[in-house]
């Protein structure tokens, strides 16, 4: 099932996640209806806050970032199977000089900001089964991880901009928030009062 993506302006972006035990109620349904959201607006990957749940969550499928030819065969064919559910993330560390990528999120439609991000992190999780994985990513895939990892601590790409392009781009989130925005998948505006 898709679910509404909640869009920039709701608090529920800006809290920190909490961890969650094998008891979560409809934690495998919740997982399925992630996956149906996430594909359903072409996103690589989605956080539990995304959809309005602050629990410590997110799915990641990398497989479209494997189209680009800038990629050498071995990495697109790890990014091609790199498809990834992840509860209770930790960061153990990120490693390395710090690279720009051009990041986009699905909270925040048709924003792009060039990110500063180290090129490694090593992160301990619980993959669906709850078995505890203890993985080091690199390059695009740990990008990726990195972004969602960020949604379950309450912080947004949009947060590690300079101020001046903060400014430049304040008037879109604005639009974002308010719902003014043209998006083709379902999302909840935080400032739209809900008719019945
Ligand atoms: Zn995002």
Same mark, same amino acid.
């Given at each position: ?66 189209? +680009? ?7 697109? #064919?790890?990014?091609?199977?790199? $498809? &990834?559910?992840? @509860? =209770? ?60 990892? +960020? ?7 949009? #947060?590690?901009?300079?101020?001046? $392009? &903060?400014?430049? @781009? =304040? ?26």
């Amino acid at each position: 099932m898709i679910l509404p993506i909640v869009a920039y302006g709701d608090p529920v972006l800006k809290k920190k996640a909490k961890p969650i035990d094998k008891d979560y109620p409809k934690l495998e349904e919740l997982i399925s209806n992630m996956w149906d959201t996430m594909y359903n607006a072409y996103g690589v990957g989605l956080a539990a806050p995304q959809v309005g749940v602050p629990i410590r969550l997110f799915v990641i499928d990398a497989a479209p970032f494997a189209e +680009d030819d800038d990629l050498s065969a071995s990495e697109k #064919e790890y990014l091609k199977g790199f $498809k &990834k559910v992840f @509860i =209770n993330a930790q960061i153990i560390e990120e490693t390395g000089d710090e690279w720009a990528f051009s990041e986009g999120c699905l909270s925040i439609p048709d924003v792009r900001e060039d990110i500063f991000r180290k090129p490694e992190v090593t992160i301990e999780y619980q993959d669906q089964n709850f078995e505890t994985q203890k993985e080091t990513f690199t390059g695009l895939a740990a990008r990726v991880v990195q972004h969602e990892y +960020d949604h379950t601590e309450g912080i947004l790409f949009t #947060e590690k901009i300079s101020s001046l $392009k &903060k400014r430049l @781009i =304040n008037g879109r989130l604005k639009k974002i928030s308010s719902g003014k925005i043209k998006v083709d998948y379902k999302m909840r505006f935080p400032s739209v009062k809900k008719g019945r």
